[in-house]
């Protein structure tokens, strides 16, 4: 597989965006950069996925790569090297990733949110507050829980800084030398804080070991990004078939699901249906569903077991 085939579906200011474009640098990968809209509708990338709407994709030829940890999943499949998994405690990675994208990540979107206030636009704070928050979360929750999620997201900070004063110049595990997927957990929400907080230079400025990180982070830049447009992606995918991957005959037989059954899948966040189609392969972190698209034919949108639903 080549690497021009790499598409990221994404926009600049997206900080689960930046996480991928940080992995593509740290594997200084070639890639293919469609810009998407912040806000729905998304009809180009929905034709591509069946109905998520979240930021960013990945997609290789007629393989749609949803949420992140699947799509980081993805590239290590693809291209394992140079691997950024670490050996020691491979699996416990992705119990950090459940903190960095859970707890961590979203006290940082309280505190810029909050931070941000009424002069958020109007058609952004309908869409995110309840998206992150649930429907019956306003505005003014999120003022006047500021200073309470600043202290609850310092606490946080202070872990990563106090793991950082080791005088390793990174957090990657058993290769503290280089980068890791542990630092690109850490960091997508440090960036996040920094580009969208009003006095992110003040808040961050008690984390000295953080933000001498950050600029070593920063110079591993994003690999070698190349524009492209959304109907090329979708030409892409129309030109190709999907990968048929080997799904996990212990993983079936515990789920009660067949290959091939009619699946609709939604999400534990909310419970919306995402997309139908077929089973196409599951193992013991991720599934795919197969359907068909009236631009694009067949595709193979690819999931991971945590965080969504399967419905026959």
């Known amino acids: 597989m080549e690497a021009r085939d790499i598409i990221l579906h994404h926009y600049p200011q997206s900080p689960v965006a930046e996480k991928i474009r940080v992995v593509l640098g740290m594997k200084n990968l070639a890639w293919q950069s469609v810009i998407i809209p912040r806000l729905p509708p998304k009809p180009d990338l929905t034709e591509l996925t069946g109905g998520y709407r979240l930021t960013p994709v990945l997609q290789i030829g007629a393989d749609i790569f949803c949420d992140s940890p699947c799509i980081i999943r993805a590239l290590e499949r693809f291209y394992p090297t140079p691997g950024f998994i670490p050996g020691t405690g491979p699996g416990l990675v992705w119990d950090l990733g459940c903190w960095t994208d859970g707890m961590f990540f979203k006290t940082a979107i309280a505190v810029v949110l909050g931070d941000a206030g009424h002069n958020m636009p109007e058609d952004f704070a309908k869409d995110r507050i309840p998206l992150y928050f649930g429907n019956h979360t306003t505005v003014d929750d999120l003022i006047s829980d500021l200073p309470d999620n600043k202290l609850q997201l310092t606490a946080q900070l202070n872990w990563i800084e106090t793991q ?8 990657n595990g058993d290769a503290p030398e280089l980068p890791g997927i542990i630092d690109d957990l850490c960091y997508y929400p440090v960036w996040f804080i920094r580009g969208r907080l009003s006095d992110a230079a003040d808040f961050l400025k008690p ?12 110079a591993i830049g994003h690999g070698r990004m190349h524009d492209f447009d959304s109907q090329s992606a979708l030409d892409a995918a129309k030109k190709t078939a999907p990968i048929t991957f080997s799904s996990d005959f212990e993983a079936l037989e515990r789920s ?18 995402i997309v139908r189609g077929q089973l196409a ?24 077991v945590l965080g969504y639903r399967t419905l026959s």
């Open 207 to 218: 984390f000295p070991n953080i933000i001498a990180w950050e600029a070593r982070i920063q």
């Open 281 to 304: 392969h599951l193992d013991q972190e991720t599934f795919s569903i197969e359907r068909t698209s009236t631009r694009c034919g067949q595709l193979s949108v690819h999931f991971p």
């Open 164 to 171: 950082l004063a080791t005088g390793q110049p990174f957090l």
């Open 256 to 273: 009660g699901l067949k290959i091939g059954q009619p699946m609709s899948v939604t999400s534990n966040q909310n419970n919306t249906v």
